[in-house]
């Protein structure tokens, strides 16, 4: 197969500047590596921050490519790569931070460890879409947790990213889920099959409501700030609670009386230090047998982006303007 010299990749060459359309050459892949042609590319919210370079906890030197999450097809593997060859669908959490090429272009040289087969009956759009999300659910929920069938789970945040796929991975394995948000988000929770709780409700009264007052089994938190404080409220005693934005300065009493225990979960640490890269190909492994068994498909915003026109897609979301994930087609 000839390989393509060169591609077109938005380029971020300024910390809070527009990203530039370029063509520039197609990166050369490692013995461990796999040249995907890039058909569809995830945005989140973090891309945004790390545009504007307020997210120090994303290292990604300028100049960069941008883009977390990737949906193609494999176009050259390296010498040392045995699960995947020309051809293969496949998808990923592959860059775009840590000065690690990201998706925003027509090819990406991506370490084969953070790859999986992409899901047979999802489109590369919904493919794309996953990633970030299923990893920092699946870490939370599994790695941290140890979620167990029959266990009450209190997803705080049930129709966000990270929040909506929680529920189905939770519901996937046994769990009892429920699942907090705003009143118009009843409807998309209650879909996924999570029971809804307004989130302007009281912490006693939904844990007497739902628990009897005994407390969640496992409370995962993907709000932050005062959320992370009522999920130590919410817990049942000696139970669990996970959260993907636990910053800031918390008191940790509430937690400490129930004898329950707390886990982070930091999503982008195999990407930015090398370590754990197999596991988040494991994980979207499981991702791919989940979506091919009908247990998890993700939720799109209907609006569609080129790289022509990316920065209108950041913008939506700096608004916070977006229902579902936004995907950029290659």
Known sequence: MTRQSTMRANVLETHNAPLRLSTISTPEIGSREVL???????????????????????????????????????????????????????????????????????????????????????????????????????????????????????????????????IQIARAFGAEVFATGSRPQRATIEGFGAVFIDRDSPVDAYVTQHTGGRGFDIVYDTVGGKVLDASFEAVRRFGHVVSALGWG?????????RAATYSGVFTLLPLLSGEGRAHHGEIMAEATRLAEAGKLMPLLDYRRFTLENVDEAYALIRDRAVKGKLVVDI
């Open 36 to 166: 995907v042609r890039v058909r569809a590319s995830g945005v989140n919210p973090l891309d945004t921050k790390i545009q504007a370079g307020a997210a120090a906890h994303a290292r990604h030197p300028l100049p960069a490519i941008l883009g977390i999450d990737l949906a193609g097809v494999v176009e050259l593997a390296g010498r040392e790569v045995s699960r995947f060859k020309p051809g293969d669908e496949v998808y990923g959490m592959t860059g775009g931070v840590g000065g690690v090429q990201g998706s925003l272009a027509e090819f990406a040289a991506v370490d084969a460890d953070l790859l999986a087969l992409k899901p047979a009956n999802l489109s590369m759009r919904e493919a794309a879409a996953l990633p970030l999300i299923v990893i920092t659910a699946w870490e939370g929920l599994i790695d941290r947790a140890g979620l167990k069938a029959g266990q009450k789970v209190l997803i705080h945040g049930g129709a966000g990213g990270v929040g909506h796929v929680a």
């Open 249 to 257: 300065t918390h008191a940790l009493a509430p937690l400490s009386f």
